[in-house]
């Protein structure tokens, strides 16, 4: 009987064993995927340094943290206003939190550093209000979570950024607000703001 009971337990502790080889090959081979999987996304930059962009004061602020890094006046958005959604064609800035998805330094506007809108929330309440298509909220949704340019062909239209003012009146500028969408600042401001932000920067526009 207790030979037999020895052997039980051997079994039992070599069923033990390879479990355990089994459960670290498993895990081995998940943490390598996600690994993989991180270094396939573009990596976002610390959240410690983001900008706001306050539209009732017309300043952009540079932060890191709570502390003030950075601060341009005199910045104008869409020709109408702000709103919660933008539409497309209606020269709205709109609200919201975004990530800055791209910069092109050789922009007509001198820098043009392009956010993610429409947002996954945005997609959200322009659904509930029946303004979009569920095609078009998956479209917005699953570029969200990859990362990706949003969609500019659905009713929320797209290609907002901030920008430089490139070759325009730096007069008309500073006094009117005079953009289809996008935040505008001075060229020497988006120049310097260059310095600060870049891909995957958080970017709140209240």
């Known amino acids: 009987m207790p030979a037999r009971c020895g052997r039980v337990t051997l079994d039992s502790a070599l069923r033990g064993y390879w479990l355990s080889i089994w459960k670290c090959s498993v895990m081995a081979w998940w943490s390598l995927s996600l690994i993989l999987l991180a270094l396939a996304m ?17 300043t952009a602020t540079v932060r890191q943290d709570s502390a003030i890094l950075a601060r341009y006046d005199n910045i104008s958005i869409g020709q109408n206003g702000t709103a919660l959604l933008h539409w497309r064609g209606d020269d709205t800035t709109p609200l919201g939190e975004y990530r800055v998805i791209s910069v092109d330094r050789q922009s007509r506007f001198t820098i043009f ?94």
Request: aromatic share 10%; proline share 5%.
């Open 42 to 58: 573009p990596a976002y930059s610390d959240d410690a340094v983001w900008l706001f962009i306050d539209t009732r004061h017309a």
């Open 113 to 206: 550093f392009g956010i993610n809108y429409p947002t996954a929330a945005h997609a959200r309440l322009a659904k509930a209000q029946g303004k979009i298509t569920k095609a078009d909220y998956r479209r917005i949704v699953s570029a969200e979570g990859s990362r990706a340019y949003p969609p500019e062909n659905t009713p929320l239209g797209g290609g907002i950024g901030i920008h430089g003012i490139g070759r325009g009146d730096l007069d008309i500028h500073r006094q009117y607000n005079w953009t289809n969408g996008c935040v505008a600042l001075d060229n020497d401001q988006i120049t310097d703001l260059a310095r600060w932000i870049g891909v995957g920067t958080r970017v709140v526009i209240r």
